[in-house]
């Protein structure tokens, strides 16, 4: 059997090395169109992530979303090696910008990003130069100013990554903004519903709790739509503001009239840190009316899915027979954070070019 | 032939000489210019070669060790889940393994391309110490993926020996790595790319050289 199929001589060495040199140039001029890669190109058709920033689940395709939940699907295999570790940011920085407190964001992210073999630098308000009244704009660039690649910032004022993924070279996580988006959690949600109920179109979600001063339950219904599933939100009138229609959801005042029909149930939870004035007499009536209890769990389709982004308020929202049950996901919500959380540092790193 | 003779030719000459084999057709995305594509192994050549290089296995196999078969996404994959079956088939006294490696998040191109196309999980759901690994590939050209690949199996454990087997090698390597299986050789010109495809994932089986203009 003949081992020459094809006779194209192979370049001389100093033939390949003037190649080289010519794709090296091209790349330093950089058109707008991409730049050659030696790598294959990928398949036709194939979907590819082009962008810088997450911001938030309103300016995403479903396409995007769909390819953010598959590459966390993946990382989800690289969670379950005993070596859980993979070289795909080696050598970046990530910047995690927390004008606001959080715990379990924070650690996840920190987590995810050790994961993809990245270092991280941590930036609190707390005893900061924000305690010196620098701007917000100035400490990220401050920050970016260190070689860091990717910023994780939160913050208490809607816009805030948006704005500085305008005015910063480097790739934007939104980890929570005022009342505006929370895009990890949303896809975090949404990844948990898929892998536990094996789709999301079709299916209704209720959205219960504090909705005018919920990000979650924003990114939330955001992606749900986009991916075909029906939502209802769920609760007194002072907290679900009747504009929210304009998002393609429905409003419920009853708990107890939805609880039949819906396939899960996402319970927020009470901010009591928001609350500028009492938007319900009493915290009795509130888990009275819109509590999750074992009664109402009973009320609900069997395989229905209860889902909370946490810190549980115990016996608030929601109670510890339903929280430690087995409709509830809350634990594979946190683990799933972690996968969707190296997804989005992977993602934005490679659209960042 | 020129760019503009073959944009003349129209897309039912262009099908119908794609489907006699051998031919030129183009393809490629939108926007860019499409690349001449020209046919280097039929679909029997093919064939023979995988015929060559399995029985290059056979006659190597260890004794009294795990086996396993792992491909590289996407054509190792099918490869290696072909000769998975055939050594189930002929050797039913030896256990062995399938699996999966997607070196999406271990390219040493990452910091350098542009855009994120989808990374699969990688599958290796058995134990890796001490076995003996045979790693399956379509094409080999520089070396960088079987390099990638070497990585994640250290990552899954220690296995005894790993094998290397490629369908194509194609010549142009970068790295210092050989393969210890071979299906066929041929002789590419750098600046194109060797295609394989394969029934399962293409819907037709050929060797084809992409030659971009």
Same mark, same amino acid.
């Given at each position: 059997?003949? /081992?020459?199929? !094809? *006779?194209? &001589?192979? @370049?001389?060495?100093? =033939?390949? %090395?003037?190649?080289?040199?010519?794709?090296?140039?091209?790349?330093?001029?950089?058109?707008?169109?991409?730049?050659?890669?030696?790598?294959?190109?990928?398949?036709?058709?194939?979907?590819?992530?082009?962008?810088?920033?997450?911001?938030?689940?309103?300016?995403?395709?479903?396409?995007?979303?769909?390819?953010?939940?598959?590459?966390?699907?993946?990382? /989800?295999?690289? !969670? *379950?090696? &005993?070596? @859980?570790?993979?070289? =795909?940011? %080696?050598?970046k920085v990530v910047g995690?910008l927390?004008?606001?407190?959080?715990?379990?964001?924070?650690?996840?992210?920190?987590?995810?990003?050790?994961?993809?073999?990245?270092d991280?630098v941590?930036?609190?308000?707390?005893?900061?130069?924000?305690?010196?009244?620098?701007?917000?704009?100035?400490?990220a660039?401050?920050i970016a100013a260190m070689g860091v690649d990717i910023l994780?910032?939160?913050?208490?004022?809607?816009?805030? =990554?948006?704005?500085?993924?305008?005015?910063?070279?480097v790739?934007?996580?939104?980890?929570?903004?005022?009342?505006?988006?929370?895009?990890?959690?949303?896809?975090?949600?949404?990844?948990?519903?898929?892998?536990?109920?094996?789709?999301?179109?079709?299916?209704?979600?209720?959205?219960?709790?504090?909705?005018?001063?919920?990000?979650?339950?924003?990114?939330?219904?955001?992606?749900?739509?986009?991916?075909?599933?029906?939502?209802?939100?769920?609760?007194?009138?002072?907290?679900?503001?009747?504009?929210?229609?304009?998002?393609?959801?429905?409003?419920?005042?009853?708990?107890?009239?939805?609880?039949?029909?819906?396939?899960?149930?996402?319970?927020?939870?009470?901010?009591?840190?928001?609350?500028?004035?009492?938007?319900?007499?009493?915290?009795?009536?509130?888990?009275?009316?819109?509590?999750?209890?074992?009664?109402?769990?009973?009320?609900?389709?069997?395989?229905?899915?209860?889902?909370?982004?946490?810190?549980?308020?115990?016996?608030?929202?929601?109670?510890?027979?339903?929280?430690?049950?087995?409709?509830?996901?809350?634990?594979?919500?946190?683990?799933?954070?972690?996968?969707?959380?190296?997804?989005?540092?992977?993602?934005?790193?490679?659209?960042?070019? | 032939?020129?760019?503009?003779?073959?944009?003349?030719?129209?897309?039912?000459?262009?099908?119908?000489?794609?489907?006699?084999?051998?031919?030129?057709?183009?393809?490629?995305?939108?926007?860019?210019?499409?690349?001449?594509?020209?046919?280097?192994?039929?679909?029997?050549?093919?064939?023979?070669?995988?015929?060559?290089?399995?029985?290059?296995?056979?006659?190597?196999?260890?004794?009294?060790?795990?086996?396993?078969?792992?491909?590289?996404?996407?054509?190792?994959?099918?490869?290696?889940?072909?000769?998975?079956?055939?050594?189930?088939?002929?050797?039913?006294?030896?256990?062995?393994?399938?699996?999966?490696?997607?070196?999406?998040?271990?390219?040493?191109?990452?910091?350098?391309?542009?855009?994120?196309?989808?990374?699969?999980?990688?599958?290796?759901?058995?134990?890796?110490?001490?076995?003996?690994?045979?790693?399956?590939?379509?094409?080999?050209?520089?070396?960088?993926?079987?390099?990638?690949?070497?990585?994640?199996?250290?990552?899954?454990?220690?296995?005894?020996?790993?094998?290397?087997?490629?369908?194509?090698?194609?010549?142009?390597?970068?790295?210092?790595?050989?393969?210890?299986?071979?299906?066929?050789?041929?002789?590419?010109?750098?600046?194109?790319?060797?295609?394989?495809?394969?029934?399962?994932?293409?819907?037709?089986?050929?060797?084809?050289?992409?030659?971009?203009?």
């Amino acid at each position: 059997m003949a /081992k020459k199929a !094809s *006779t194209s &001589s192979r @370049k001389s060495e100093t =033939a390949t %090395r003037a190649g080289a040199a010519r794709r090296k140039t091209a790349r330093a001029t950089k058109a707008d169109k991409p730049a050659p890669s030696a790598a294959p190109a990928a398949d036709a058709g194939e979907f590819v992530w082009r962008r810088k920033d997450l911001i938030g689940l309103d300016e995403l395709s479903a396409d995007e979303i769909v390819h953010i939940l598959d590459t966390a699907e993946s990382f /989800k295999e690289v !969670s *379950t090696r &005993s070596i @859980k570790k993979v070289p =795909a940011l %080696r050598g970046k920085v990530v910047g995690l910008l927390f004008f606001e407190d959080s715990t379990r964001t924070r650690m996840s992210f920190e987590l995810a990003a050790s994961r993809l073999s990245a270092d991280t630098v941590l930036f609190t308000a707390k005893g900061s130069s924000v305690a010196k009244g620098e701007t917000t704009l100035d400490t990220a660039r401050n920050i970016a100013a260190m070689g860091v690649d990717i910023l994780v910032v939160r913050h208490s004022q809607s816009g805030a =990554a948006h704005m500085l993924a305008g005015k910063l070279p480097v790739s934007i996580i939104n980890a929570g903004d005022g009342a505006h988006e929370h895009p990890t959690q949303a896809l975090l949600d949404i990844f948990t519903i898929r892998q536990r109920l094996a789709r999301v179109a079709g299916l209704k979600v209720a959205i219960v709790g504090d909705i005018a001063h919920s990000r979650v339950a924003r990114s939330n219904i955001l992606g749900l739509k986009k991916l075909g599933a029906d939502v209802v939100v769920v609760g007194p009138p002072t907290l679900v503001p009747g504009a929210i229609t304009a998002m393609g959801c429905e409003i419920s005042h009853s708990l107890d009239d939805v609880l039949g029909e819906v396939d899960v149930i996402n319970m927020l939870r009470i901010q009591f840190e928001r609350f500028q004035a009492s938007q319900f007499p009493s915290l009795r009536e509130y888990s009275g009316l819109f509590g999750l209890t074992g009664e109402r769990l009973k009320r609900c389709k069997p395989d229905v899915l209860v889902m909370h982004p946490g810190p549980i308020n115990r016996g608030v929202e929601i109670t510890s027979e339903v929280a430690d049950g087995p409709n509830s996901c809350i634990l594979q919500q946190v683990t799933n954070g972690l996968a969707i959380r190296m997804a989005a540092l992977y993602l934005v790193s490679q659209g960042n070019k | 032939m020129g760019r503009a003779e073959l944009k003349a030719l129209g897309l039912a000459i262009v099908a119908e000489k794609a489907l006699a084999g051998g031919g030129l057709h183009l393809t490629g995305r939108a926007g860019t210019i499409p690349p001449v594509m020209k046919q280097l192994l039929t679909s029997d050549q093919v064939q023979a070669a995988l015929d060559e290089l399995y029985e290059a296995v056979c006659r190597q196999l260890p004794v009294n060790m795990p086996i396993a078969v792992i491909g590289i996404r996407t054509r190792g994959e099918t490869l290696a889940q072909r000769i998975v079956e055939r050594l189930r088939a002929d050797r039913p006294d030896l256990a062995v393994d399938f699996g999966v490696i997607d070196i999406g998040f271990y390219r040493d191109d990452l910091s350098r391309r542009r855009g994120a196309p989808l990374v699969r999980a990688t599958e290796i759901d058995f134990d890796l110490d001490d076995a003996w690994v045979l790693l399956v590939d379509d094409v080999m050209q520089t070396g960088r993926s079987v390099r990638a690949a070497l990585q994640v199996l250290h990552d899954f454990g220690r296995p005894k020996i790993i094998r290397l087997a490629v369908l194509i090698d194609r010549g142009g390597r970068e790295l210092p790595i050989a393969a210890d299986f071979v299906g066929q050789h041929v002789d590419v010109p750098d600046e194109s790319r060797a295609q394989l495809k394969l029934t399962e994932t293409d819907g037709q089986e050929g060797v084809y050289i992409l030659k971009k203009e």
